[in-house]
């Protein structure tokens, strides 16, 4: 195989662009992997947070936006990103500065945001690699099939291969994979969601009005408590992550200066605005008390506290809605709805990995990683020795997230939601140095905006991090993890990066006199 370090190839228009950062969003992955941990939310008090679900997604979507918006307002600045996304603004807008005392801080800073932008794409793949493996087992459940541990460390095994396989053929290749994977999810959820509606407006099932869990639907769009909504926010901010995603494809997009802005907000449109807000609208419109489960102690609970319990609330909806709708064949509706999740999770596997190894790439090309990192394809022109790194990395996560149980996973995903917040924090401060006195400025969308992206991202991180100390047991066992995690993570880096800018020679902050243009 031969090897190469030039150029990408530039083949993706607006819709590849857009497609592959819908697929690392995944509401159809989502909604079935996370209603259970939205309806089991409780404040500090223990009192639940689940009527303030839908309300908790508008209120991360307005993060979110503040933050896409920043995040396109620097790609059409610097539309010459390439993979760095990021990575390549971070330094861009110091460099960018007249002042020699601020272009001072270009290599710092962008090694803070790689050091993030690392912390997320490089662990949340593997996250999603044991979510497969966990989903499977469940699906072979439904058959009577029991799959031991061993057999589950498999699946993530081969799954991260899978996903590997996929991402080292090239982008053209992911994007005609995200494009059916979007178009199977968004299809199913909303026959799901439609269903839902129906289910509670016909009344096939003779509820009593008492018998639904939200009242009506404006019990469902009107917060019921801020306190809840900003809990609910928490976790629904989550499920929203990935848009930035396309910023990184800036060097194989056939116009990124007008198609990367355009797909970051697109892509958050469609699967945030559209897809989360009709589909959890349905479920939680549909939800009622005859909805039940078995809790741990033998009682049997309904309704919300039934969606707590269960391992899949929105599968033992759909069984409910296939078997009212469907002609009784509540369970194969299930079981098409648990396929196109599983679809789901492939494309968010694969935008993320696609993600995570074009950054390396670019901090390859820049010396600030090995240079192996920056080895392309011969054949596809993709960069084949990071998807390597990034399979095997990611079915060690993976197969620890199987085997350590949920207290591991969650200290697994809370570690790269740490790095994401930050990267989105940073993002939005850049956004201000980007901007400031240059032609074109705006008051509106490059200060009052990034900065209440900063102030938001700040808060959530630390209501997520603060709330799981506070709540104890395993929830506070799983935080620590995934600070120790994010320090391990720190130590390694920065390590690294004194190390090779001693051998190179080069400045981590250079001197001001140094920055100074030689005539």
């Excluded at 509820?207 to 009107?222: D, K, L, M, T």
Aim: hydrophobic share 55%; with cysteine; glycine share 10%.
């Amino acid at each position: 195989m031969a090897q190469q370090t030039g150029g990408m190839k530039k083949t993706l228009g607006l819709t590849g662009v857009t497609v592959n950062a819908m697929a690392l969003i995944a509401p159809g992955a989502f909604l079935w992997l996370t209603f259970q941990l939205q309806a089991a939310n409780t404040d500090a008090s223990g009192a639940s947070t689940a009527p303030d679900m839908w309300t908790g997604i508008v209120a991360a979507l307005i993060v979110a936006f503040l933050t896409a918006i920043s995040f396109a307002e620097l790609a059409r600045r610097y539309p010459d990103a390439g993979t760095g996304s990021a990575y390549y603004f971070a330094e861009k807008a110091f460099l960018d500065r007249k002042e020699p005392s601020h272009r001072r801080w270009a290599r710092i800073a962008k090694f803070i945001t790689g050091w993030a932008a690392h912390l997320f794409y490089w662990v949340y793949p593997g996250v999603m690699v044991a979510f497969m493996a966990t989903l499977l087992t469940y699906i072979a459940g439904q058959f009577g099939i029991t799959i031991p541990p061993l057999g589950q460390v498999a699946l993530a095994l081969v799954f991260a291969a899978l996903v590997g396989f996929i991402a080292v053929r090239g982008i053209s290749g992911s994007t005609t994979a995200s494009i059916v994977i979007n178009v199977i999810q968004i299809i199913t959820l909303v026959i799901f969601s439609i269903l839902a509606i129906l289910f509670r407006v016909q009344n096939p099932a003779a509820v009593p009005a008492s018998g639904w869990v939200q009242s009506n639907a404006a019990s469902i769009v009107i917060p019921h408590s801020l306190t809840s909504m900003l809990f609910q926010s928490t976790i629904a901010i989550l499920i929203l992550v990935g848009f930035e995603s396309a910023t990184a494809l800036g060097a194989e997009a056939k116009n990124p200066k007008r198609d990367v802005p355009r797909g970051v907000l697109l892509s958050l449109v469609i699967q945030g605005l559209f897809c989360y807000l009709l589909e959890y609208f349905a479920a939680n419109y549909a939800l009622s008390n005859t909805l039940t489960a078995v809790a741990a102690d033998g009682s049997t609970v309904t309704g919300m506290a039934a969606a707590a319990t269960s391992s899949a609330p929105i599968g033992d909806m759909a069984i409910q809605l296939g078997n009212a709708f469907l002609g009784g064949n509540g369970f194969a509706f299930m079981l098409i709805l648990a396929a196109s999740v599983a679809i789901a999770v492939l494309g968010t596997t694969l935008a993320a990995m696609n993600t995570g190894v074009r950054i390396s790439f670019a901090m390859a090309q820049d010396r600030e990683m090995p240079d192996i990192m920056g080895l392309l394809h011969g054949k596809y022109a993709t960069p084949y020795f990071g998807v390597v790194v990034m399979v095997i990395v990611s079915a060690i996560i993976g197969a620890v997230g199987v085997l350590g149980g949920v207290t591991t996973l969650t200290g697994i995903t809370l570690a790269s939601n740490l790095g994401t917040f930050v990267l989105y924090a940073l993002i939005c401060g850049l956004t201000v140095v980007a901007f400031a006195g240059t032609h074109g400025f705006s008051r509106f969308k490059h200060v009052i905006i990034p900065v209440l992206g900063v102030i938001l991202n700040v808060l959530l991180v630390v209501t997520i991090f603060g709330m799981g100390i506070v709540t104890g047991g395993s929830t506070a066992t799983a935080t620590y993890l995934a600070l120790i995690i994010s320090a391990v993570w720190l130590i390694v880096s920065g390590a690294y990066f004194v190390i090779s800018s001693r051998r190179s020679g080069r400045a981590i902050v250079p001197s001001t006199a140094a920055m100074v243009p030689q005539k």
